[in-house]
């Protein structure tokens, strides 16, 4: 089940959620899986079968025109909102004709698709890829530990829940190319907003004396030496230069040719894809010390966390010091499509057993260890 908002295809690289479904139903078919997607017109995805569950003048009445190299956020979030109460009857109505005993149910929307899982009691409901808040299902997959966490603390949930899982976030290797001859400049890619930090970036790159590359949406305006974001954000400096949004493949050249990308996000980042995607192409990063962060950079290793500034500029002057290809074997390793597809078919079997003993069931064949990937 896809976002109201999007299409499925490449072009809405920029929506994370999105990429989630467009990556892992080729992966999950390629393990046997059956899998069958609903969504709006334009579809890219190689599934069992595709159906339109709204077009795009249901988009254009619920969410008006709208360009989505300026602005994919365009959606809101409340459960009774227009655009979640039709695609979910819609939905419904669509999985009723079609819905088999133990199929699953993969929502990406949290509470906005809850309606959905309450249409069938008797099927099991995933949340598969959870950097959110609002959350439902007994059946639940994070991003990271540290998102977990944070959501339970939310919730004021003090115990574990056996049947959560955290599988992180996947990227296509063949998206990106390992540079091991780069540039000196440095690269932040993401919304212009106070919560990503991009100031910080902005100074740490100044006082480094490198250059900084910014791409991503939520400019208001701009002038030389100052632009000036969506949110009131101020970014500073003539070392500056702000390209807008970019598509996968501008992506890909811009993380590939950076000497580093700076993800100084100042709240609990969930994952931060980003950075993984620089890693994917050898490209050490510069992040806050909090957060998915400490799971998935390791520090010395594939970059450098810092706590102050000061440390942020002693990360950007020591950078080349790290080995790009050992950065590149890393990220690939832990978070290929490849990879990680696996990760899901273990829980996906996990599920199944409630069918069974559940709980008391013995795994067969794989033992704990080999089921979880060793973190660095």
């Known amino acids: 089940m896809n976002l109201p908002h999007t299409q499925t295809t490449s072009e809405y690289v920029a929506c994370a959620y999105t990429q989630k479904l467009v990556k892992i139903v080729p992966a999950l078919r390629s393990l ?20 339109i569950g709204w077009t795009k003048e249901d988009q254009r ?33 669509l999985i009723q004709a079609r819905i088999t005993p133990r199929d699953k149910l993969m929502l990406i929307a949290g509470c906005c698709q809850k309606a959905i899982a309450t249409a069938f ?37 003090e115990t574990g829940i056996y049947y959560d899982a955290v599988i992180p976030n ?24 106070n919560w990503k930090g991009p100031h ?19 400019v208001q305006h701009q002038e030389p030496g100052r632009i000036v974001a969506t949110d009131g954000t101020v970014i500073e ?43 994917m192409c050898g490209t050490p990063v510069i992040a806050s010390d909090f957060g998915v962060f400490t799971e998935t950079i390791p520090h010395g290793f594939a970059g450098y966390r810092f706590r102050t500034i ?10 080349e010091s790290l080995s790009r290809k050992d950065i590149h ?20 079997a996990q599920l199944d057993t409630l069918w069974d003993e559940g709980f008391y069931t013995e795994w067969a064949g794989v033992s704990p260890v080999d089921r979880y990937t060793i973190w660095r």
């Open 200 to 218: 910080i970036a902005a100074d740490i790159a100044k006082r480094s004396g490198r250059k900084l590359i910014m791409a991503g949406q939520g």
């Open 32 to 51: 046997g899986h059956r899998v069958v997607v609903i969504g709006s017109e334009e579809n890219e995805i190689e599934c069992d079968e595709y159906i």
């Open 329 to 348: 074997t890393y990220a690939v390793e832990n978070f290929s499509t490849e990879a990680v597809k696996y990760k899901y078919d273990e829980y996906l």
């Open 121 to 157: 009691p008797n099927h099991i409901s995933v949340e598969y890829g959870i950097g959110y808040k609002g959350v439902f299902s007994d059946y639940k997959v994070f991003e990271s530990y540290a998102w977990m966490h944070y959501v339970y603390g939310t919730m004021q949930q």
């Open 170 to 193: 996947y990227f296509d290797e063949q998206d990106f190319d390992f540079q091991n001859q780069p540039d000196e400049y440095f690269v932040f890619v993401g919304r212009l907003i």
């Open 310 to 319: 000061g440390e942020g500029v002693w990360a950007a002057n020591n950078i």
């Open 61 to 93: 009445r619920w969410f008006g025109v709208n360009d989505h190299y300026t602005n994919f956020f365009n959606i809101t979030w409340g459960v009774d909102d227009i655009h979640w109460v039709e695609s979910n009857r819609r939905a419904i109505e």
């Open 237 to 279: 400096g003539n070392h500056v230069e702000h390209i807008g949004h970019v598509n996968a493949a501008q992506r890909n050249e811009l993380m590939r040719n950076a000497a580093a990308i700076i993800t100084p996000t100042v709240y609990i980042e969930p994952f931060g894809g980003v950075s993984v995607e620089a890693m």
